[in-house]
């Protein structure tokens, strides 16, 4: 499990950083549509918007359009990129230095997404212990194993359903209400 992840202002991003970044994105060339005008501009971008924890549309001229980095970051989030980005933060060791300073921001940027990626996605995040990438607590997210464990209750209750004593079912169907999460509890800020 990482160490703590110190919060801290924003500052665009070095060459050592960037470099280290451009190595774990998806590739420019080859894919449909216009090639992007300047990665390290929407990278500085996205970095502002996780370290500022403003909305998108406060996002000064000089680092492009939000709707460009916003667009930019769901894709690298649809794509298993920015999973990569946080699995590199959580497995990093103690001398790499340019990583332990991306760490936060890039969990950080990780949590602007978390509400578009699929749960497995989401629990990864929770696994890894990247409590700054998380959109609430992880007793508010969801709990798979809780799920399963409280699927077999549920099974095995209901084939003994009359020797059941009073208030087995009401339990029940609030462990599972909790194995599915709390969306509602979650923040982006």
Known sequence: MPAALAPHPFRPLTDAEYALLS????????RPGRPPQDRRRTLNAIFWIACSKGPWKDLPPEYGRADTASRTL????????MDLLL????????RDVVLRNLAWRICRAWRRISRVVRLSQLL????????????AEPHYL????LSEIV???VRVAFERMHQQPPGV?????????RAGGTPRRWRLR
Do not use: C
């Open 74 to 81: 769901r894709r690298w989030a649809k794509s298993g990129h």
């Open 23 to 30: 190595r774990h994105l998806p590739p420019t060339e080859g």
């Open 151 to 153: 699927q077999a209750k």
């Open 142 to 145: 969801p709990d798979p194993d």
């Open 87 to 94: 699995t590199q933060v959580a497995n990093r060791g103690p």
């Open 124 to 135: 990864l995040a929770k696994r890894l212990g990247l409590q700054p990438a998380l959109p």
């Open 169 to 177: 079912f009401g339990a029940l169907a609030r462990l599972i209400g």
